[in-house]
């Protein structure tokens, strides 16, 4: 059976730039957006086109050059905004206006001194203007993790019936549970009039560390469309990652989903989009952190060396890192050990492993970690009778 396809939607240029410090220049985004559609996102979002001159030029910039993947605008629901969005938009081959407001009672009460009736009208008009400029409009429900249901299913049957192609369900705040968001596409899907007509995306973040998590629910529960980010970055504590997202699907085959992404371009993607943002990736951060694939632990690197799969659910090759790493501390054993110093030229006997482990043990436990230099000193000053295999 064919897997059904999640588009993935990078908001890395959006809301990942909110981050503070994480400004780019404008052929900073350039580079970024024309990786992004190497990668084989489906669609970019290129920025907020009435924030900023600067932001408005990048998104004609953006859309001017990106060949395949659609390319999106952020507005808020207001006239100006979405004209500024679509002219921004204009060169792209495939133009996405993203419109929306706030539906939660928080929102409605304290953002817009309104009420629910008003804030669907609002809604309506936003998204009906926005298609009077683009086939493409997506409408974003600010807050809709805590946004009550019924209600929730009321302002998406309106704003399919005023044209929306794309339904964005936020968990703003990043406060729902896996199954209470999962509960909530599912709800949409089942009481939505009309829902057929839309894609159902999720946009999630991480204020509890779920955001992964709260989109692997929505996709399952019918959602088709994830809104992420390289590293995860984004406001506050981040928005979705896209490489945990992508690898998850990959690796559970079971789920019947995939993405369009080109996974062999995560890691260059990850380190690219790390340098330019001035935001390093956390060492233990899942499939793009130096410590994803290097093993420390005496056990675990014997397994690893044995057979790669006993610790490793992922080959490192298929999100393009070249090769898992054997890392020497005072934790690591004798395999891990004659493993590396083979990798730098030599091939201990056991008995000359027993003698330059002993000596290893000494050097690690005053060192965070021997690298190859170190090795070559430890052989040397064990006064062994090595054979060199070099
Ligand atoms: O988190 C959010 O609700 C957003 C919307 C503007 C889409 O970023
Ligand atoms: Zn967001």
């Known amino acids: 059976m064919s897997k059904d396809i999640v588009h993935i939607f990078d908001t890395t240029l959006r809301d990942g730039e909110q981050v503070p410090g994480c400004k780019l220049d404008a052929n900073q985004k350039l580079v970024i957006a024309e990786r992004l559609d190497n990668l084989g996102v489906d669609i970019i979002e290129a920025g907020f086109p009435i924030s900023s001159p600067g932001d408005f030029d990048s998104v004609t910039e953006i859309a001017k050059l990106v060949k395949n993947a659609t390319v999106c605008g952020l507005t808020r629901a207001v006239k100006k905004d979405i004209e500024v969005a679509a002219e921004a938009l204009k060169p792209a081959k495939k133009p996405r206006i993203h ?32 298609k009077s400029f683009v086939e493409d409009v997506e409408f974003y429900a600010e807050d809709a993790g805590r946004t009550d249901n019924e209600f929730l299913a009321r302002v998406c049957e309106a704003v399919i019936k005023a044209g929306a192609t794309v339904l964005n369900i936020p968990d703003t705040t990043g406060y729902c549970l896996p199954e209470e968001y999962g509960a909530k596409m599912k709800y949409l899907k089942e009481n939505v009039k009309g829902i057929d007509k839309a894609i159902l995306s999720c946009h999630c973040h991480n204020d509890l560390g779920l955001a992964t998590a709260n989109s692997i629910a ?99 090759e298929d999100v393009g890192v070249d090769e898992s790493s054997i890392v020497l501390t005072a934790r690591s054993g004798r395999a891990a050990l004659a493993y590396r110093a083979k990798k730098v030229g030599y091939e201990l006997t056991k008995l000359q492993l027993d003698d330059v482990y002993r000596e290893f043990l000494k050097y690690a436990d005053s060192k965070k970690e021997v690298v190859d230099e170190d090795i070559h000193k430890i052989i040397v000053s064990s006064n062994i009778n090595y054979e060199s295999i070099t």
Do not use: W
């Not at 009736?117 to 998204?127: G, K, L, N, P, T």
């Not at 992404?261 to 793009?288: D, W």
């Not at 014997?302 to 799969?309: A, F, P, S």
């Open 99 to 130: 419109t929306g407001i706030g539906t939660s009672d928080s929102h409605i009460k304290h953002k817009f001194n309104s009420n629910r009736d008003a804030i669907i009208e609002r809604a309506m008009e936003a998204v009906s203007y926005a």
């Open 218 to 316: 929505g996709v399952i529960n019918g959602a088709r469309q994830i809104e992420c980010t390289i590293n995860g970055i984004g406001e506050r504590a981040g928005n979705t990652s896209l490489e945990e997202v992508v690898m998850i699907l990959r690796q559970h085959p079971d789920l019947n989903l995939d993405t369009n992404i080109n996974s062999k371009l995560l890691y260059s993607t990850s380190q690219m989009v790390s340098q330019k943002m001035g935001m390093p990736v956390q060492p233990n951060k899942a499939i793009v952190g130096s410590n994803a694939f290097a093993h420390s632990s005496g056990i675990h690197q014997d397994g690893v060396i044995k057979n790669r799969e006993t610790y490793e659910i992922i080959d490192p």
